[in-house]
């Protein structure tokens, strides 16, 4: 874990020096401004011209895309955990046969947060 704190933090240390040394100061100070663009595609466009604007779009697709793709795989994950801990509905705690994953339903991911916070507040409130 140590070791992907020190790369996280060794490219943000990195990419802030390239925008020191590609962008001055008046320039980075605007970016924060509303209707400016952020800094990081303001760098890719001195340095790589019209084309940057296009690499640092298709990098920001590819991270969200990405971020995308983890939370729809763990979702149905938590409440399959939380079924067999019997804090959630026990259907949930069924395995698909063939792939022995529990299945993706959406209903868990859009009914299970207000399930959750009506129970944890019937808890709360008969313990009062």
Same mark, same amino acid.
């Given at each position: ?7 996280? *933090?060794?490219?943000? *240390?990195?990419?802030?020096? !390239?925008?020191?040394? *590609?962008?001055? !100061? ?31 779009? *298709? ?7 990405? @971020? ?31 792939? %022995? ?8 991911? %859009?009914?299970?947060?207000?399930? @959750?916070?009506? %129970? ?9």
């Amino acid at each position: 874990m140590a070791t992907g704190v020190l790369v996280v *933090v060794t490219l943000y *240390v990195l990419a802030n020096v !390239a925008y020191l040394n *590609v962008l001055p !100061a008046d320039v980075i100070a605007a970016t924060s401004t509303e209707g400016r663009p952020p800094v990081g595609t303001t760098a890719m466009q001195a340095m790589l011209g019209t084309p940057g604007l296009y690499v640092m779009a *298709v990098a920001i697709m590819i991270s969200t895309f990405g @971020c995308n793709n983890g939370l729809i795989l763990s979702g149905a994950r938590v409440y399959y955990a939380m079924a067999q801990d019997n804090l959630f509905f026990k259907s949930a705690a069924v395995l698909h046969p063939t792939y %022995r994953t529990p299945p993706s339903r959406s209903s868990c991911r %859009r009914y299970g947060p207000a399930c @959750c916070a009506c %129970r944890a507040r019937t808890a709360s409130c008969s313990t009062s």
